[in-house]
């Protein structure tokens, strides 16, 4: 894609990690958790051209602090569950503060907001500043000299809401599910004197969930409609969220409009479309993965954004370069909706090959990947049975596990729980990530 910019990578004054959704302590375990976040810092590291000044957390640091569900043990007494979920919240804030002290340079920044696995309405965003301000692991922090050193509103950090400076550059993070009234007054009125300021200069927001209608997956559970009515005034705006566990390789992850968002994935698993509907299913694979990104500003203000994936060492495609915002908005204009029609629709070869066949639970199909300037994204699958009843499948073309086009596998191949003997037709469309369909291709029983 053309830019209308180019960035300089000589004259980077400012080097940003972005990472979300780490799950101490969730689904692969505590060891599993722990060498993974530790992995992903030490991979941002190696990659940033320049020491990184900030790390950047939009959320769910933890798994338990905020779930009673990954506690686990349904069967427990309300004490026995207290009992294992405090063990568990310590385990994890240890483990955090280790990762901290061993992989973080201590002249770095920690910023981050709260997701709705570490806090709810605030009920432990205090529990957050006592643990990371205060602990030997990551120095001598009682006066706030290693975590909030950056802070320059200590009564709203306490209210789960950040204002931070860096490097001449303004972040604001906001806990999920904190008050919605008061967050959203404290995002204006530092909105409107920063921008008043310096209107050529990216205002970064850190929130855990997404604004809707901006990024893929942002029109779905913890959707934040009020920060977006409220950001669609501020075009030097930048948001980064995560929450829904979104691979970077999909070039729906940047988005601009009145302003910017950028997915900012997860350290933990990566969700995908699978075989069944709704989509955005947890692929087995999703837990092998581990993304996110390298943020650069160079001294004009232009942005350069990294993909990274921790998982395989590699950076994802190309990076997304950002003009410094303009007064006619100009900035706003590389990634846009307009994207969508710069690729023809993914297209199976002349040869396209189709195996179907029964299973003891269903049928069996499989395929050859289709052909696509950028990624295929998903195939549709419509399989219409003998009184033309339609059932719809979704397979994943699997673009997230593969850093390039070249590197996806050639084939495509799920059993799908359908009853083999009842299929009349079966058609499978290719589709890329903004659902533009290639050419049908029917199979008749």
Known sequence: MEQTVKFNPDEIVLTLSVMSDIHINGSWGIVQSEQKFKNALHFANKVASNKIDAFLFTGDFTDAMNSKANVGGAELSPEEFERKKAEQNRIEFEILRRCFSEAIDKDAEII??????????????????????SRDEVGDNKNFERMYRTDTDLESLHKGMRHCVLG??????????????????????????????????????????????????????????????????????????????CPLHNERGIMQREYTSVEASCVSYIKVDCVKQPENVTHSMGYTCSQGLLVELDKSGNMRITRLDY?????????????????????????????????????????????????????????????????????????????????????????CYYPSLDDMPQGVWANIDYDYSKIYTLSVTPQDVWYNSGKTVTYYF
Request: aromatic share 14%.
């Open 112 to 133: 981050y907001c709260l997701g709705n696995h570490d806090s709810s309405n605030c009920n432990n965003t205090e529990r957050f500043i006592t643990e990371f301000a």
């Open 311 to 399: 998982a395989k060492h590699v950076t994802i495609k190309e990076p997304w370069v950002l003009s410094h915002p303009k007064s006619d908005n100009s900035h706003l204009l590389d990634y846009t909706d307009e994207r969508r029609t710069m690729f023809a629709p993914p297209q199976f070869d002349e040869n396209f090959g189709l195996q179907v066949s029964p299973t003891e639970s269903g049928t069996f199909i499989a395929f050859s990947q289709a052909r696509h300037d950028d990624m295929p994204y998903r195939y549709e699958v419509k399989i219409t049975d003998h009184n033309g009843n339609d059932e719809f499948f979704y397979l994943s073309s699997l673009f």
């Open 168 to 245: 001449g550059y303004h972040f604001l993070c906001v806990d999920m599910n904190s008050d919605s009234d008061m967050t959203i007054s404290f995002l204006k009125k530092n909105l409107d004197e920063i921008v008043a300021a310096e209107p050529d200069k990216y205002v970064f927001i850190l929130h855990h969930c997404k604004t809707p209608d901006m990024n893929y997956a942002s029109n779905m559970w913890g959707t934040n409609y009020e920060l977006h009515d409220l950001l669609k005034n501020y075009p030097q705006a930048i948001l980064f969220a995560g929450h829904k566990h």
